[in-house]
């Protein structure tokens, strides 16, 4: 049986969880739909999710990034349900990308761009590189945090980013949209 | 610092993830550099634009039955729910220091929602300072304070004419959102280093006189709380200064937001 103590410390988590956690549920939602492409799945990961950062929101550090310390919690929830399913397997890690020795050019995003084309351009790529471009430019987690939410080294991340922009912008170019855009040289 | 080293930070300086020292060097090279700056913008761009049409896209939107049952399932049951009256009178002796235990817990949870709330608000206020008064890195454009009076707060334009301590120029005032959030700011100069003034709607989470706010950020955060709204000062400037610059910013504030 739970003592009154229990019970107040359990209020006053959830109330600190409820102000922290909670307003990234949406998010957190979007994120998981993108990977699973299955409403009931994203579902039952997000649920699985905040059940596990609420157990272990003791472990969260106020002031972080609540949203990158959710997201790496919902990775690793993915990772074990897919183990589990025994489906494909969630990280090549041993595949050691190369980190190219050039940086890429992004061309600029015109605002005749309708989030559909965006969004089609991104979807057109491999699953691993939609992956870690919208851990670092949507949900703005570190490369740290990327690589310990993947399980993979940092050395991958930043490949997989190079690569995932290179191949985003080769999509869009495609697109016809950034298709006049010319490098832009280095001084 | 080379094109080269300024774009392989371009990801963390994007996401406000750098040391305040390595940011300036940066934000140095961009000033006297066209072609870092138009990948930075482009990067920055792209970065927005994903982010809105993740956000915007109606297919990857929870359902709003979804969210409350969630939220249903994970919240603990009322702290006095399965106290039974007939437990209560068997073991009274117990009960009534369980509910020393209680209060005493209550207080503590008081003071842990409170301390993390300010420290949220205090994150953001930091962020603020360092994406808007620093790198004009916002996704959204800052309004006037007059605008936002209208369409949020009628505090926030009390900003717009505010006194401010003798020798202090205002270099910025209008009213921005980081991460959500809507601050009126101020942006001045002390000692030759950028200070921003932010106000928010903040629920008294801060004490009535200054003091430092803990955060992530490698700057410094003074918070005061002035009614129904929390006031940060975020700057670079050690400890102390950055204190005493919000020590003298107390009386300026609290006159105009009464």
């Given at each position: 049986m739970k003592t009154p103590w229990t019970r107040v410390s359990e209020q006053a988590t959830w109330q600190a969880f409820e102000a922290e956690a909670m307003p990234h549920v949406d998010r957190l939602f979007r994120l998981a739909m993108w990977l699973e492409r299955d409403r009931t799945e994203a579902e039952d990961l997000v649920q699985e999710t905040l059940a596990q950062a609420l157990q272990s929101f003791h472990r969260y550090r106020p002031g972080t990034n609540?949203?990158?310390?959710?997201t790496?919690?919902?990775?690793?929830?993915?990772?074990?349900?897919?183990?589990?399913?025994?489906?494909?397997?969630?990280?090549?890690?041993g595949v050691e990308e190369r980190v190219a020795n050039t940086i890429p050019f992004v061309p600029p995003v015109p605002d005749s761009l309708t989030d559909e084309d965006l969004l089609a351009a991104l979807e057109s790529i491999p699953a691993q590189h939609q992956e870690v471009i919208l851990l670092c430019d949507v949900q703005e987690m570190t490369y740290k945090e990327i690589a310990a939410a993947l399980g993979v080294p940092i050395g991958t991340v930043m490949s997989r980013l190079h690569r995932g922009r290179e191949l985003l912008r080769n999509a869009l170019t495609s697109r016809g949209i950034g298709s006049s855009q010319r490098e832009v040289g280095q001084p | 610092m080379t094109?080269?080293?300024?774009?392989?930070?371009?990801d963390p300086f994007l996401s406000d993830q750098l040391l305040v020292e390595t940011t300036n060097e940066i934000v140095r090279h961009l000033e006297t550099c066209p072609a870092c700056r138009a990948e930075f913008e482009a990067r920055r761009r792209l970065r927005a634009r994903l982010r809105?049409?993740?956000?915007?896209?109606?297919?990857?939107?929870?359902?709003?039955?979804?969210?409350?049952?969630?939220?249903?399932?994970?919240?603990?049951?009322?702290?006095t729910q399965d106290i039974t009256r007939r437990a209560w009178l068997k073991t009274w002796m117990a009960a009534a220091a369980a509910a020393v235990v209680a209060v005493g817990g209550g207080l503590f949870a008081r003071d842990e929602i409170r301390r993390r709330r300010l420290a949220v608000l205090a994150a953001g206020a930091a962020g603020d300072h360092q994406n808007c008064a620093i790198k004009f890195n916002l996704a959204e454009q800052p309004i006037p304070l007059e605008d936002a009076a209208r369409r949020y707060d009628p505090a926030y334009a009390t900003l717009a004419t505010?006194?401010?301590?003798?020798?202090?120029?205002?270099?910025?005032?209008?009213?921005?959102v980081f991460e959500g959030r809507r601050f009126g700011h101020v942006v001045f100069k002390h000692s030759d280093h950028v200070v921003s003034l932010l106000v928010t709607i903040g629920d008294g989470e801060a004490s009535a006189?200054?003091?430092?706010?803990?955060?992530?950020?490698?700057?410094?955060?003074?918070?005061?709380d002035i009614g129904t709204h929390a006031v940060f000062v975020v700057s670079d400037l050690p400890d102390h200064d950055t204190l005493a610059v919000a020590q003298s910013l107390v009386e300026p504030v609290r006159q105009a937001l009464a």
């Open positions: 609540c949203r990158a310390w959710l790496t919690i919902l990775q690793h929830v993915r990772a074990n349900r897919l183990r589990a399913r025994a489906r494909a397997p969630i990280a090549d890690a | 094109c080269r080293e300024a774009r392989e930070l371009a809105s049409a993740i956000d915007a896209a109606p297919a990857l939107a929870a359902r709003p039955e979804f969210v409350a049952s969630l939220t249903a399932r994970l919240r603990p049951a009322e702290a505010m006194t401010l301590p003798s020798g202090v120029v205002a270099l910025a005032r209008h009213s921005c006189a200054p003091a430092l706010v803990p955060t992530n950020s490698a700057l410094r955060v003074a918070a005061f």
